[in-house]
């Protein structure tokens, strides 16, 4: 694409998100949060008639029935779509993905990355062939907090990174709600949508992301316990794992989708050699640091002594708190800067979770199930 | 207007919110938050330089120098915005709602609703002559867990309301920022731009409206101490007041904007003969209910207990935060579907803080400022 | 007295405290609890039969009918106690101090000191005109954290003190408790034992007593509102009160009894010109600093930063909580070391509420009361 | 012992806790705490000057240089002590146990309870073929919180345990302390001392105590990852381990003495079939409850839905907090009950951890340095 996009809004297409979607409408607000892109096509269903119900629902000027079809059709409009977001079930992320890049179009994709190893693997290949932006949805990555976490351990604020405690725990797969209908539900336990991993895919995968976001320190290796509580689920429901860092550190990693009375609690505390950070997703907002012998620090989003590049991803003063939308919507600010970038012939400068985390997370998600499968032996990542 | 407004996005035009306003920027999120309103015109400064360098940042399609020839011109258009959003210092709120709706274009202004209560009254009276909708962004009532404690207090949950402990505490004024050259800080601290109150005008009005906004009981009377502790500044940082309630309970009210390390403390505290609830906007998805004898809860917005009214305004899962951007936005979400309901020629159903709102809350204003010049004396509200 | 009391422990007398009291039995654990005392002698109840079986209970060596008949034979044991602890109702404050302070034995008493002002103005000359110890239990100046708050304030930390918010909230006298006979409500309500307020009195004067301590700055005037929420009941179970400091700084005290959940909730913010600090005294270990754009900071008792004062009134390590009844103990721990001075011919050091405080608490009682019936008018204390 | 111990105090005598030692003070404190013991003779250190002025300090009536001569003597006299407190470090748990019970004297003794797992199985034969009372201080038991929660598993409130989540993190070894000298340290980090492991055994085996004592579920296997992060320390000072539990419920548990800025953080969340609990030791008056769908429920100690052991295990009213040192008396109150009853020949009912806990301390103990050892295999417990 070599479009202009100076002095416009960026043109946003999606597929996946109609009615009765959760992700697909998160997608919506985002992307169009800061003014700076609006959706206007989609092929927002398998069922036209729903796909057409769901893009007039948000005002969209083109519906289509089918992403191929989009695809080709935007790119040989000369007002279509700049990038695409996907928010399908996991195992059409890949092929959408593919066919948006290959007709020249930008694409955000909501993780795991892909269906398959195989297919993360031939993904990383297609977009280092192309000049396009291809970016993940990590959404946590884009907390404000986050980023100053991932400052102060880079300032070498923590020392060594010796322990990691990341959890991610949710109880809303507590009843068998696959059974009853819940849309959400089907397709995240049934193998051939979502894969070979539940819990560990659709969550852990986060955790993950996150521990090695934050501290810039890999996985090494990881000892895995994956359960089913539910009887008759198909994928796993629970997970604990011992990690080993690649820098001498050790860590826990543990999620669950039937923790009662759990909601979105994504949890990391990091202790280094010389202080720690605690993060809790839930009150995303405050930041704490904790160094031996001296008063705990509550860090707070919107104040003058944060990093600059939490400032850059903080719309509001402090103590009006952002939330789940702002983070997201700040995953899409660095992504349209890029692609305004790259349509303008500059260099993208990243900052947003990429091609390489998605093979990372999938690589996760085969060594946690094989390691469980093996006894919980260690095994290389 | 007899305008057709299905089908579409509503448009929206601004006044005030040029380059270096907060509360503009946070008018534009939050209207177009939910994909239905889109912000198409604006005189968003008395500096035509800034208003169309403001306008065309936000990719706006009209850009005016001047807001009466804005209200003129857009009334004028087949495809003119619908409402106006008021966001400019008090002084020009009542100038700029009264041109907008005398051109017959529904409004959302800022508070305080005026700048004397003379224009309060002269205001009620105008709204009411008109057929339009007229809102004021007490935006703090678009939190779904204020929904929640309304909802209770009406449930009868509480029992007879006996004690109201309501506060708004924040810092950034405790340095001279007016002299600084704050923008923010300048308007706010001068009279003749402000109001006859500082502190009292700028947040005691929010405790004063939450708490009758959640309670449903008004204040009957009050006696106030209001504090300017910053050397050379002409209006208060700081009040303390004493409530009687109209049906016999009791209140204390502080707010204060010199209140060291508070970013923007907006709590409230409600003790009924029955049990208790206590909500703090910093932690906004939370509501704490207490009774004697009973193990405190934590309520949690997105959950299926919560009441019908604070889930229409709640747009995630559990654990997933909204925030500030997004009670704002509930607002707006109320107001646009009455704008819809009006243009539609039915009935508008309200849901948000309206003009006798603001009438009232240039009534506290008034009465806190002359009972404190008079010793803290009780003065009837 | 010119007993010798080095190397053995202090032997303690009780007066009240028999079976069905709270507040004795809090006295006997914190008296002892260092190991530096002993309780062997007591005139636990005014019926000879409990009295007895109270003192069998705790296995004293002695025990007395009658309070004037124990403080003269105490003195003229060679065994005799060394104190003697008040823990009766209110009106028996002054009479019991009284006498064995006329038999030369030092006194800790619970608060309030005396029933009247013009009792507790002839206390005060009684005390100065011994060379005894009097000791007033406003225990919650015992707590480590409190005694670092005040140790931060006379350091400058906070700068000039310009508004304290104190609050001191509780729901166990939501019910007519009186009238179902509970002993504790029975006499707290009672004007002849209580005396001329009720929870004012009773908890109102602890929030008046820490804000003084804490800040070291007086309160210059008053304006309060006292309310009896419970029908029936004599005496006040609320209060509000606006506050002038005598530095120019302004307060907010609220107490109540029928603050549905609230267990025991006395509360203080503090804010200077330069930072501020929060105390909760549910959560005693925990002291909160905050400055403008800096990060919130946990100070917590037991770690090195703490200052002198507080750590001599810490036993454990960090995080293993010490509460209530440590904190009396080192309000007994304070009282004992100055006993040992005095009867060793030293000065005493003092560092506990003593007869002054009392006399203060008893003023603030009093004007509380006149200012609420004369409508909340301002009164200097 | 055929001693009567009604209508008197029991006597106690301590072995170990001489000057500067931490765990003794504590003791102290805590069997005096409810009037119902006294420490009267002590064999306080291993150097006699120390052991005399130890004794001196705290008015014991009897100091020993040996404990060996103090069980024989005390066993000898008619004013004997009842039972004996073992403070010592660890290595000294097992002969001074054997040697007060074999003289007829009642034990109480800090954990783990023997050095190796031989003397462990030992002790509990001797304990077996005795009559007499053997506690082992699993302090945390004590909190009524903690009660509280085993109450509310055993009522199925929870239903199945799924996953336990339970932690022990602290961050006094982070430097060489025991190159510095602390006395604490020193031989805590001395195999000779304190056994085959460090952390996992000083305070793992309190987490692992608390799991089984809350959940009445026992620790099926484990696969353990241990680390020594301290340069040439010669016991591990971290580690992380996943649980099976003999119910087909999984676990983490992971303890740590280096991690930076934690001060003794106990943890436990318990999730069953219906709803989970939480508990952290650092506020230990409250326990919450939570279950899918509900409001969470936030338990306060003292108040009237507590269990009735709760209640038993509490002194004071709501709010006023009990801690650290109130959960220590606990034990001894439940102990000295017991004590009270075989010497009256009555059977003693427990409640408190005893030598089959003990036991399965020591095994947690092997078997963790066992499978660490052999890379986290999973080992039968």
């Known amino acids: 694409m070599s479009r202009d996009v100076s002095n416009r809004k960026l043109r946003a297409g999606i597929v996946g998100g109609g009615r009765g979607s959760f992700i697909g409408a998160v997608h919506h607000v985002a992307v169009e949060l800061d003014g700076e892109a609006e959706v206007v096509a989609g092929a927002m269903s398998t069922d036209p008639q729903t796909a057409a119900a769901s893009a007039k629902a948000w005002y969209l000027d083109r519906s289509y029935d089918d992403y191929k079809e989009m695809a080709k059709a935007e790119a040989g409009r000369p007002d279509g779509i700049d990038f695409v977001m996907i928010t399908t079930p996991n195992h059409m992320h890949f092929p959408v993905a593919k066919a948006f890049l290959e007709q020249g179009i930008h694409v955000v994709s909501e993780k795991p990355m892909t269906f398959s190893l195989e297919e993360a693997q031939e993904l990383v290949k297609t977009v280092e062939n192309s000049n396009l932006v291809y970016a993940l949805m990590h959404n946590y990555t884009g907390y404000p907090a986050v980023r100053q976490a991932r400052y102060m351990v880079r300032q ?14 949710q109880d809303w797969l507590m009843a068998p709600e696959e059974k009853a209908g819940n849309k959400q539900a089907v397709w995240r336990t049934d193998p051939t949508k979502s894969g070979i991993a539940g819990c560990v895919g659709d969550i852990g995968t ?22 089913t509580f539910v009887e008759g689920r198909l994928l796993d429901d629970d997970a604990n794992m011992l990690l080993h860092l690649e820098n001498g550190g050790k860590g826990v990693l543990t999620c669950s989708q039937v923790a009662a009375g759990e909601e979105n609690a994504l949890n990391i505390r990091i202790y280094g050699s010389k202080a720690a950070l605690e993060w809790h997703q839930m009150e995303p907002n405050t930041l704490i640091f904790k160094a031996p012998n001296q008063p705990g620090q509550i860090l707070r989003t919107g104040l003058p002594y944060m990093s600059a590049e939490a400032k850059q991803l903080t719309r509001l003063p402090p103590g ?51 390691s469980s499968k093996k006894g919980s032996v260690w095994l290389d990542m």
Chains 1, 2, 3, 4 share one sequence.
């Open 156 to 169: 070498g604020e923590l020392g060594d990174i010796r322990k990691v405690l990341v959890e991610y725990i």
């Open 320 to 370: 009006h708190p952002e939330g789940f939308f702002e983070a997201f919507a700040n995953i899409y600010k660095l992504v349209i800067e890029d692609i305004r970038r790259v349509q303008a012939g500059q260099q993208p400068v990243g900052g947003y979770p990429n091609v390489y985390d998605g093979l990372r997370g999938i690589q996760f998600v085969y060594k946690a199930v094989e």
């Open 206 to 227: 986060h955790a993950e992301n996150l521990l090695e976001f934050i501290t810039g320190v890999k996985i090494a290796s990881l000892s895995a316990d994956l359960t």
